[in-house]
């Protein structure tokens, strides 16, 4: 059993009432960051910690936060990214479904450290449910004193809002979330000036991923260095992984990033294996956007080493033969899933999601959507894969936001690994209706045995 | 007429009350939510011109916002909206199966209601249910796992609880 921070008591009895929730330990890290610390040494353990970003782009937190701005007499904010939205990824609504008063806890304390007297949960407006969830857990914190006027005696006020949106996976980038947050469409902002300066109603604001604002909890109850002291490298703490897809244990697993993918994979603790006693063809280890790997790049680097479960070792070998930890969404493909299909699907998520702000994001995407469409119904030209692959170079690097690049990745690494099976659909145009590509030269070339 | 009843308006209030002096506009993604709840289902311009006007914004800031977001339903459905998750990892768990069984079940494609206004069949993007797929949105919660078996059941559920509120 490795560490676990988040989710160590999120089966326990009642955890998600504030009596059951304060008398396993909860509230325990508001007490001393408002007793016995200042804001600042707060951000300074979560810069010891090197806790990173966990919504998808992995910045360090501690860093995010000092860069915020403190002119006098300006209010400034924080904003819980709840927006979860990437195809793959469902660990903050696990976690805020199960364990809310975390989430509360560690927005205190880090409204606290960031002098934040109105905080914001951005919630996607899909997770109705969620929202009685998490006002339930604030009102019981207010009635206990953790939020409100004057909390533990130390003159700090705090409220928290929850804000539903409306269905927009846009609205999970930061500048695009804050402009929703004003009750506009969510179209990214140009970025200088940063959120940290300029961000809801133009005031300093800081961008947190639910999963971010929950480890704040254990970094401040056992320190930043010991936090440090779990996992490996730059990947430190815990990170909660969100698998899907043809394995038999779907689920959430808090992991603490030293195990290996193999193991991740088919040990009875996380996955449990590959559903129907079938084999591993394919894997998209960080949520849609990240590259999709082949079985054997997979669970081993090109260079032949073990692959595990960290930011580092996942993107070992850059976009040519690595990935991304992304927003931890794992998504597993079985032999007898198709590439061509999966990637259509995502290049129709992200038509669906563009802003429609900047041109090579908005067509280009379509573009992609209708050629993997024609390509998968087996109406395809073999010009139509070196067509994708131009529009996809076209779109990734020259947008304001990072969807643009989001889109274009997965297409990118589709044709990449995958590409006899896109040639397949063009030259066995009927058989690619009857039939999947299947496994072919992808298989993990290691024996594993299969779980059914 | 267009109108929050009494307790609307206390939950209109609330809303507000959670921004800033001056930036009710804020308030304009809930407080769609609200209008769309009690007026029918779907926001209808004059339902839009309403809420502009309690916000004290131009009706044209809210069509924006409207036809932005894909849970604002810019015309009538049906009383039970199956919203079913059609990308990647709910496809590779076999949605298409389940959206293909619903259409046929109910004789209506994606985009339709039936003919007695009850149901309207809906393909979504990614709703974060990933490991629980495949699935739909049905009102405020999510059915997971579903098989043909349990689309029968919901059916079944939703068409006693028109009845028996008749």
């Given at each position: 059993m490795g560490v676990k921070l988040l989710l160590e008591k999120a089966h326990v009895e009642g955890i998600r009432s504030y009596e059951v929730y304060r008398r396993e330990g909860g509230y325990r890290s508001v007490e001393k960051a408002i007793k016995t610390m200042g804001p600042e040494a707060i951000v300074e353990e979560v810069k010891k910690s090197g806790l990173r970003g966990r919504g998808g782009a992995g910045f360090p937190a501690g860093m995010k936060w000092s860069f915020i701005a403190k002119p006098e007499g300006v209010p400034r904010h924080l904003v819980c990214n709840a927006d979860e939205s990437e195809p793959g990824t469902f660990k903050d609504r696990y976690l805020m479904e199960f364990i809310p008063h975390l989430l509360i806890e560690g927005l205190i304390v880090s409204s606290f450290a960031l002098g934040s007297n109105n905080t914001y949960i951005y919630i996607r407006g899909e997770y109705a449910w969620i929202v009685d969830i998490l006002e339930q857990a604030i009102g019981e914190a207010k009635a206990n004193g953790f939020?409100?006027?004057n909390i533990l005696g130390s003159g700090f006020d705090c409220e928290i809002h929850v804000q539903r949106g409306a269905g927009?996976?846009?609205?999970?980038e930061e500048t695009a979330l804050i402009e929703s947050l004003e009750g506009k469409r969510g179209n990214p902002r140009i970025k200088p000036p940063f959120p940290a300066i300029q961000g809801v109603w133009q005031r300093p604001t800081v961008v947190n991923n639910v999963e971010t604002l929950a480890a704040v909890v254990p970094i401040i109850n056992m320190g930043g260095e010991e936090y440090a002291k779990i996992g490996v490298g730059k990947s430190t703490g815990t990170k909660l992984m969100s698998a899907c897809g043809n394995i038999n244990k779907p689920g959430v697993y808090e992991i603490d990033m030293t195990i290996s993918v193999e193991e991740f994979i088919y040990s009875d603790e996380y996955c449990?294996?590959?559903?129907?006693g079938k084999r591993l063809k394919a894997c998209i280890p960080g949520g849609s956007s990240v590259p999709i790997l082949p079985a054997n790049l997979l669970l081993k680097t090109a260079k032949g080493e073990t692959r595990y479960m960290n930011y580092e070792s996942l993107s070992d070998g850059g976009f040519a033969t690595g990935s991304m930890m992304g927003s931890g969404g794992f998504i597993v493909l079985d032999e007898d899933q198709c590439v061509v299909k999966n990637t259509y699907t995502f290049a129709r998520f992200y038509r669906h999601e563009s802003c429609g702000q900047c041109s090579p994001c908005r067509e280009g995407t379509g573009w992609m959507e209708k050629l993997l469409y024609r390509l998968e119904k087996g109406q395809?030209?073999?010009s139509d894969i070196d067509l994708l692959w131009d529009i996809q170079r076209k779109i990734e690097g020259n947008t304001i936001c990072p969807l643009g690049d989001a889109a274009a990745w997965p297409v990118a690494a589709a044709i990449r690994h995958f590409r006899d099976e896109f040639e397949w659909h063009v030259t066995h145009a009927a058989e690619a209706q009857t039939r999947n590509f299947g496994l072919?030269?992808?298989?993990?070339?290691i024996h594993v045995p299969t779980t059914v | 007429m267009t109108k929050f009843s009494e307790t609307q308006l206390t939950e209109f209030n609330r809303l507000v009350a959670r921004y800033p002096e001056g930036k009710q506009k804020s308030a304009l993604l809930p407080v769609l939510h609200l209008a769309q709840d009690s007026f029918g289902g779907w926001l209808s311009s004059e339902t839009m011109d309403y809420v502009a006007e309690l916000l004290r914004i131009a009706p044209i800031e809210v069509y924006e916002v409207a036809t932005f977001y894909?849970?604002?339903?810019?015309k009538p459905v049906g009383k039970y909206m199956f919203e079913v998750c059609q990308t990647g990892p709910c496809m590779l768990r076999g949605s298409d199966d389940i959206v293909a069984y619903i259409g046929e079940k109910l004789s209506i494609k994606p985009g339709e209601t039936t003919a007695d206004g009850l149901f309207t069949l809906k393909t979504v993007e990614c709703l974060g249910a990933c490991g629980y797929a495949p699935m739909m949105q049905l009102g405020k919660h999510y059915r997971e796992h579903l098989t043909k078996e349990k689309v029968d059941a919901i059916i079944d559920e939703c068409r006693k609880t028109a009845a028996a509120n008749n």
């Amino acid at each position: 059993m490795g560490v676990k921070l988040l989710l160590e008591k999120a089966h326990v009895e009642g955890i998600r009432s504030y009596e059951v929730y304060r008398r396993e330990g909860g509230y325990r890290s508001v007490e001393k960051a408002i007793k016995t610390m200042g804001p600042e040494a707060i951000v300074e353990e979560v810069k010891k910690s090197g806790l990173r970003g966990r919504g998808g782009a992995g910045f360090p937190a501690g860093m995010k936060w000092s860069f915020i701005a403190k002119p006098e007499g300006v209010p400034r904010h924080l904003v819980c990214n709840a927006d979860e939205s990437e195809p793959g990824t469902f660990k903050d609504r696990y976690l805020m479904e199960f364990i809310p008063h975390l989430l509360i806890e560690g927005l205190i304390v880090s409204s606290f450290a960031l002098g934040s007297n109105n905080t914001y949960i951005y919630i996607r407006g899909e997770y109705a449910w969620i929202v009685d969830i998490l006002e339930q857990a604030i009102g019981e914190a207010k009635a206990n004193g953790f939020l409100g006027k004057n909390i533990l005696g130390s003159g700090f006020d705090c409220e928290i809002h929850v804000q539903r949106g409306a269905g927009a996976y846009i609205c999970g980038e930061e500048t695009a979330l804050i402009e929703s947050l004003e009750g506009k469409r969510g179209n990214p902002r140009i970025k200088p000036p940063f959120p940290a300066i300029q961000g809801v109603w133009q005031r300093p604001t800081v961008v947190n991923n639910v999963e971010t604002l929950a480890a704040v909890v254990p970094i401040i109850n056992m320190g930043g260095e010991e936090y440090a002291k779990i996992g490996v490298g730059k990947s430190t703490g815990t990170k909660l992984m969100s698998a899907c897809g043809n394995i038999n244990k779907p689920g959430v697993y808090e992991i603490d990033m030293t195990i290996s993918v193999e193991e991740f994979i088919y040990s009875d603790e996380y996955c449990g294996g590959i559903a129907n006693g079938k084999r591993l063809k394919a894997c998209i280890p960080g949520g849609s956007s990240v590259p999709i790997l082949p079985a054997n790049l997979l669970l081993k680097t090109a260079k032949g080493e073990t692959r595990y479960m960290n930011y580092e070792s996942l993107s070992d070998g850059g976009f040519a033969t690595g990935s991304m930890m992304g927003s931890g969404g794992f998504i597993v493909l079985d032999e007898d899933q198709c590439v061509v299909k999966n990637t259509y699907t995502f290049a129709r998520f992200y038509r669906h999601e563009s802003c429609g702000q900047c041109s090579p994001c908005r067509e280009g995407t379509g573009w992609m959507e209708k050629l993997l469409y024609r390509l998968e119904k087996g109406q395809g030209k073999s010009s139509d894969i070196d067509l994708l692959w131009d529009i996809q170079r076209k779109i990734e690097g020259n947008t304001i936001c990072p969807l643009g690049d989001a889109a274009a990745w997965p297409v990118a690494a589709a044709i990449r690994h995958f590409r006899d099976e896109f040639e397949w659909h063009v030259t066995h145009a009927a058989e690619a209706q009857t039939r999947n590509f299947g496994l072919a030269h992808y298989a993990d070339p290691i024996h594993v045995p299969t779980t059914v | 007429m267009t109108k929050f009843s009494e307790t609307q308006l206390t939950e209109f209030n609330r809303l507000v009350a959670r921004y800033p002096e001056g930036k009710q506009k804020s308030a304009l993604l809930p407080v769609l939510h609200l209008a769309q709840d009690s007026f029918g289902g779907w926001l209808s311009s004059e339902t839009m011109d309403y809420v502009a006007e309690l916000l004290r914004i131009a009706p044209i800031e809210v069509y924006e916002v409207a036809t932005f977001y894909s849970m604002y339903n810019l015309k009538p459905v049906g009383k039970y909206m199956f919203e079913v998750c059609q990308t990647g990892p709910c496809m590779l768990r076999g949605s298409d199966d389940i959206v293909a069984y619903i259409g046929e079940k109910l004789s209506i494609k994606p985009g339709e209601t039936t003919a007695d206004g009850l149901f309207t069949l809906k393909t979504v993007e990614c709703l974060g249910a990933c490991g629980y797929a495949p699935m739909m949105q049905l009102g405020k919660h999510y059915r997971e796992h579903l098989t043909k078996e349990k689309v029968d059941a919901i059916i079944d559920e939703c068409r006693k609880t028109a009845a028996a509120n008749n």
